[in-house]
């Protein structure tokens, strides 16, 4: 995960790249967020160094057991959650586990609003799925990167674009393959899809790939268009 000494400089270069209108600015106030958040939320303020890091009024309520999944199967590592303009709750985890190399589960699972299971589908198609989001035309678009330490894993480095029976529509980059634009990715790790269509990616991941943190823009069609951002200090 990006600390908040890693994630700075790219939001920093997300917000002074070149703006082109007040919709591109929104969208990149969005991913310098995607970047600052998990390291800000980890972080005290310098003057209280020993505040707790939560408030301790918590206004939300764990509710046990909302997703019914089906007899015998286990909730895996899972971190991306999205819902659809239907009102259906979509979960991709990891195969039971934090990792789906080698495993037949289904790693994308729908959900009705109450949380009861409706189907799945992706199985041999993601083993380390990461970033995700849905579109105005209910389609899920996935990342996928490489399990830490993982030496069988031999996908990865992909967006997916899955419509909602789970046909797979697009695969951008090459499974298994570590590249750099416009040829393809390394460690995809968030994605965004703009009302234009114009697709954003975020990468980078592990300290294996130091160098490769970035954001990527395509057009509605999947070219390439331009790159910004970079590893941070530490």
């Known amino acids: 995960k990006f600390t908040l000494a890693r994630g700075w400089p790219i ?58 999944l089906p007899p015998g199967r286990a909730m895996g590592s899972s971190s991306a959650v999205m819902g659809d303009s239907r009102g259906h709750i979509w979960v991709v985890d990891r195969c039971a586990a934090n990792s789906c190399v080698g495993s037949k589960l289904d790693p994308v699972m729908e959900f009705d609003a109450k949380g009861n299971f409706v189907k799945s589908f992706g199985a041999g198609l993601l083993q380390f799925a990461h970033g995700f989001t849905i579109d105005r035309k209910n389609h899920l678009w996935i990342t996928d990167g490489v399990p830490p330490g993982a030496k069988d894993a031999k996908g990865g480095h992909v967006v997916l674009e899955f419509d909602t029976s789970g046909k797979l529509l ?61 590893a941070g200090a530490s």
């Open 11 to 68: 939001a920093a270069a997300l917000l002074s790249f070149p703006q082109n209108g007040e919709m591109d600015m929104k969208i990149r106030m969005t991913l310098a967020a995607m970047v600052l958040l998990p390291g800000m939320a980890m972080a005290q303020p310098a003057d209280l160094p020993k505040a707790a890091p939560n408030p301790t009024t918590n206004r939300y309520v764990e509710v046990p057991g909302f997703f019914k």
């Open 170 to 230: 697009r695969t951008m980059g090459k499974p298994g393959v570590r590249a750099s634009a416009p040829d393809g990715f390394t460690e995809p790790n968030a994605v965004l899809v703009a009302p234009d269509g114009s697709i954003y990616v975020a990468q980078g991941h592990t300290n294996d790939f130091k160098g490769t943190p970035r954001i990527l823009k395509f057009d509605a069609n999947g070219k390439f268009l331009k790159q910004w951002g970079s």
